[in-house]
């Protein structure tokens, strides 16, 4: 009727000025403006009896199966709780589950949102991330920071937001390999490492699957043949400072005994803060790499085809976008040491 109400209003006012008027008169004048035959009986009738179109407050249907007391019992169900069923809670009140969606929407603020993925993190290490991060401030400030890590690149993703579902008029004529997410029970996969600076990205290093990351490998394969090259390119004439994270092979004697013989200076072990990788900004740039890789639900025969995946979505990255992510490890920091780490 919404859409009846500004010839509902033109029809009160109308009357309220013409109540001489008998009811076939103004009958006929509103027809010709398209008013509903039997809508606009009602109208005059109401208007003869009440002398108002308005709705007596109180009147039409009771509300039976969601009256007041049911609708704060459904809101105490869902407000706050996580793993309820619209299906089971419209059962126990015996009505559908779409009446459960409906009360929710709009007799209330109640919406459904996604859980956010944070790390377990234990009391001593909430406690000292804000004293870490503090520090690192100060001893850091106005220094570049280079950031390394490593990730698993499998031949397909079907986790990737965007990749694990489908569009169909008719389910029955979609082709298997759209419909369907094939994977081997042990998937082949391929690790890659790379560092990042405000400066650019080094040259990357694939390592095939089932062969550990030790302190010799980091080391001898790793540090030496890209971290440095990348470093003595970028870094040679500012204050740099190297992040690794807390890998027991990233923290080795050997590994150390490297670093300070090529005078490489690090983040020491004692102030890195555990288990906080929203403080790393590599972490965003293998969520931008891993979109780009597997773009269109896109999928590799073998290893050797997705390294060269990864080589060419390396190649075409934009280089502003990863030097503007790793500008931005001083102000989380900040951030956390303001806030604590939620607040990132």
Request: proline fraction near 4%; aromatic fraction near 12%; charge should be positive.
């Amino acid at each position: 009727m919404a859409k009846f109400d500004h010839l509902k209003e033109t029809l009160y006012n109308f009357y309220k000025n013409n109540s001489h008027l008998g009811r076939k008169a103004i009958y006929d004048r509103f027809i010709g403006l398209g008013a509903p035959k039997r809508t606009l009986n009602r109208w005059l009738v109401k208007l003869l009896q009440n002398k108002t179109l308005d709705r007596k407050k109180g009147s039409g249907r009771i509300a039976k199966k969601a009256n007041p007391t049911v609708r704060k019992a459904i809101k105490r169900i869902f407000n706050h709780k996580s793993g309820r069923s619209q299906k089971k809670s419209a059962n126990s009140f015996n009505m559908h589950q779409t009446y459960v969606s409906k009360i929710l929407k709009k007799y209330s603020n109640i919406r459904a949102y996604k859980k956010y993925k944070k790390p377990l993190m234990t009391q001593l290490q909430k406690s000292q991330l804000r004293p870490k991060c503090r520090k690192i401030l100060e001893k850091y400030r106005g220094y570049n920071f280079i950031l390394d890590d490593e990730s698993y690149f499998t031949l397909s993703h079907t986790t990737l937001a965007g990749n694990d579902r489908f569009y169909s008029d008719n389910i029955q004529k979609t082709p298997e390999i759209v419909k369907n997410s094939y994977k081997s029970k042990y998937e082949e996969k391929i690790l890659v490492w790379i560092a990042i600076s405000p400066m650019g990205m080094s040259e990357p290093y694939f390592r095939q699957q089932g062969m550990a990351v030790n302190r010799f490998v980091y080391r001898d394969e790793i540090l030496e043949p890209f971290l440095l090259p990348f470093i003595k390119k970028y870094h040679k004439h500012d204050k740099y400072v190297f992040w690794p994270d807390q890998a027991s092979s990233h923290y080795a004697k050997e590994v150390q005994d490297w670093l300070f013989s090529k005078k490489i200076e690090f983040l020491p072990k004692i102030i890195n803060p555990a288990n906080a990788p929203k403080l790393r900004p590599i972490e965003d740039f293998w969520e931008i790499l891993k979109t780009n890789v597997y773009e269109n639900n896109w999928s590799a025969k073998n290893v050797s085809e997705l390294k060269k995946r990864i080589q060419l979505c390396l190649k075409k990255m934009d280089s502003n976008l990863v030097q503007k992510t790793a500008r931005t490890v001083q102000k989380r920091l900040d951030t956390v040491r303001r806030y604590g780490y939620d607040a990132l």
